[in-house]
């Protein structure tokens, strides 16, 4: 008799234990990729709701969250260490939201699905990734600045100097440093671009090569956080912008003084 | 502005901020409603201060756009609303002030430099109270939708 209360009480605290984890989860992933606070509070307290937790509460912040529901489990904690940008793990998480809520899949499949993509990070081809950084430079110093002739030189700048970015973020994971340094380099083919007569202007090479670089996520967010009443995530993430934005400045500053 | 220099505003702005999308890795469903989104606003805020509404102005009604614009894609597509917002505010980004800011502190004019920040400033606090009404107009369209149900 003991026996079976007690397995009928753990296969409750299973359950509790699975959708705690679930919800972690997605929170985490969602917060890692860049997504902004009210969406991760919406999602988890959803998947929750529709697991059969009658009640859940949450505590949501940029570097962790807290959750508990009334159930066999206590609260638990899930920190955030890393942050980077992959809007399409936000959507699939989105997603995967949806078709639990449509019973479309069970909370076991919900789970290890979560636990797989967060295993997985699937980018597009670098290649496609260098174009694109090219072709957000090109483009937008035209747009800003009318020189047709820079066009080429820009793109090429900008590919290379979101190259040194990309390169350093991998190998130093300090964002900053690299911003810096892709910032620094852009400088330098500038300068040496005009020297060379690739082209006529270091100013409109600079605007349209920095702006890969530019940290529109956490812009965003910020603005979004702060708007949602999350006066904690939304500050923070301002800062986050704020010292991307003076490291790419300081890198171009330090070019044009001694260049 | 000739019709030439329009088409190649266009093409810039949706080429880029498709393009931006790629670099954070937005999936390929929404890349393309997302460049149109970047377009409209840019071109909402081109046409304010070609009809000499002002650059602060400009930036306002292009973010507000970008801001409902978003909605009804989010909505329609079904996905988050942050997939079409992020890359489309990167054609209003004050990359050229910022950069003559830099520049001109780098170089000691601070009387320019000043100059350009208060414009960097503006244009920053523009375009986030842009998003700011653009929240307004969603939360009110969100209760009218729930009324009606």
């Known amino acids: 008799m003991l026996r079976e209360g007690k397995d009928g009480m753990s296969s409750q605290k299973k359950r509790d234990q699975l959708i705690l984890h679930t919800a972690l989860t997605a929170g985490r992933i969602m917060i890692e990729n860049g997504s902004e606070i009210e969406r991760v509070e919406d999602t988890m307290t959803r998947i929750a709701h529709n697991a059969g937790a009658q009640t859940s509460q949450l505590f949501v912040m940029i570097t962790g969250i807290l959750m508990a529901i009334n159930g066999e489990v206590g609260a638990q904690i899930e920190p955030v260490k890393r942050r980077t940008f992959d809007l399409e793990k936000i959507a699939v998480v989105n997603d995967l939201s949806r078709q639990y809520a449509d019973h479309k899949i069970d909370l076991q499949q919900f789970s290890n699905r979560l636990d797989h993509l967060d295993s997985v990070s699937r980018y597009f081809p670098f290649w496609l990734q260098l174009l694109a950084a090219a072709l957000v430079s090109g483009p937008l110093e035209v747009v800003f600045r009318h020189n047709l002739p820079d066009f080429w030189i820009t793109c090429v700048v900008g590919m290379l100097g979101w190259l040194v970015y990309y390169l350093l973020s991998k190998f130093i994971q300090i964002r900053f440093l690299s911003e810096f340094a892709a910032a620094a380099a852009i400088g330098v083919l500038a300068v040496l671009g005009v020297h060379m007569g690739l082209g006529n202007s270091v100013d409109d090479i600079i605007i349209g090569s920095v702006m890969p670089l530019v940290p529109g996520v956490p812009i965003t967010n910020s603005v979004r956080d702060i708007l949602a009443g999350n006066l904690v995530s939304g500050p923070a993430r301002g800062v986050e912008a704020l010292v991307s934005a003076a490291a790419i400045g300081f890198g171009i500053a330090m070019i044009l003084q001694f260049m | ?149």
Do not use: C
Request: avoid cysteine; aromatic fraction near 12%; glycine fraction near 12%.
């Open chain 2, 1 to 149: 502005m000739t019709v030439v220099q329009f088409l190649v505003e266009v093409a810039g702005t949706y080429v880029a901020t498709l393009a931006f999308g790629i670099l954070i890795n937005i999936p390929r469903r929404a890349l393309n409603v997302g460049g149109w989104i970047g377009v409209l606003g840019y071109l909402l805020y081109r046409f304010t201060v070609l009809g000499g509404g002002g650059y602060v102005v400009g930036n306002l009604l292009g973010a507000v756009a970008i801001g409902v614009a978003s909605l009804q894609a989010a909505k329609f597509k079904k996905m988050p609303m942050i997939l079409f917002n992020i890359p489309a505010i990167v054609p209003l980004v004050p990359g050229g002030q910022a950069y003559q800011m830099v520049k001109n502190f780098a170089l000691g004019q601070n009387d320019t430099a000043f100059n350009y920040l208060l414009q960097v400033v503006m244009i920053s606090g523009a375009i986030a109270f842009g998003f700011l009404l653009s929240e307004v107009v969603n939360r009110v369209q969100r209760r009218v939708w729930r009324h009606r149900r």
